[in-house]
């Protein structure tokens, strides 16, 4: 995982299948990540999803799901929103990057 700020520059922090101890490190600095209001995002290949969660005993990141085109002239009022719900991608050999938000810049 990349933490991206303007002040100090790039950490990296790069996890394979980890351990149960550093998976729950990680889930615990996602968490506050994401209550603190910046974007993470995984990276895989051309793809970006924003991802909403870590799922420390599976090792998946939870994500954005892709919206799933409605027939023409359909409506629905599903709970779901635009984002067409969640859903989980493994975490082994991602690449991650948090943006964090930033004053007047």
Do not use: C, H
């Amino acid at each position: 995982m990349e933490f991206l700020n303007s002040v100090r520059g790039d950490k990296p922090m790069y996890i394979e299948d980890g351990t149960p101890e550093e998976r729950k490190k990680l889930a615990e600095r996602l968490a506050v990540l994401l209550k603190e209001g910046q974007a993470i995002f995984l990276i895989q290949g051309n793809e970006t999803r924003r991802i909403v969660g870590y799922d420390a005993d599976n090792n998946q990141w939870q994500v954005f799901a892709e919206p799933k085109p409605r027939p023409a002239g359909t409506y629905s009022s599903s709970s779901s929103g635009r984002y067409g719900g969640r859903e989980y991608v493994s975490a082994r050999r991602t690449r991650v990057t948090a943006i964090g938000r930033s004053a007047g810049g």
